[in-house]
């Protein structure tokens, strides 16, 4: 028997409470040509492309002061944001995709598989379903909800 390694799962966009994605099955079909020559989804019309100004990697959920403290950390630093989805814990930074330009994707034939893998049914934008259990933008945000949950002995910062 073997085991398999943990890995980092990358998340774009949607910031979704779908665990695994599904590839499209006719990705032409679903792309047309615009008058500017990006080509754009259907579904993504009209859409401010929230999914391309941010990076979401899930982490691992924190469980001792040093996890906590590594939380602090990454929240003292702009544009950084902790979020929790289903129990699962989601390090985002948002930064803008550099191939994003008037919402569109310039290279969209040969862009990254996760980004081909988005599914546009799932995205904040389009999903009216979606909704986060907890996000934090601060460290004092974190550290609210550690008191809240009784964890404020895993405070660092005392």
């Known amino acids: 028997m073997s085991k398999k390694k943990k890995k980092t799962k990358s998340s774009r966009g949607s910031r979704d409470k779908k665990k695994t994605q599904k590839p499209r099955k006719n990705r032409a079909a679903a792309s047309k040509k615009q008058a500017d020559g990006f080509k754009v989804d259907d579904k993504c019309k009209g859409c401010p492309a929230l999914c391309c100004r941010y990076i979401s990697l899930e982490i691992d959920t924190p469980e001792d002061r040093e996890d906590f403290d590594n939380l602090r950390w990454y929240l003292l630093h702009k544009n950084v944001s902790v979020y929790v989805i289903d129990k699962k814990w989601h390090l985002c930074v948002d930064v803008p995709c550099r191939h994003l330009k008037n919402n569109q994707c310039e290279i969209h034939d040969s862009k990254p598989l996760v980004c081909r ?12 379903d979606f909704e986060m259990d907890y996000e934090f933008r601060s460290w004092e945000e974190l550290k609210g909800y550690m008191i809240m949950k009784r964890l404020s002995h895993l405070c660092t910062d005392k």
Request: net charge negative; glycine share 0%.
């Open 117 to 128: 893998q988005h599914d546009p049914d799932e995205c904040e934008f389009r999903n009216p």
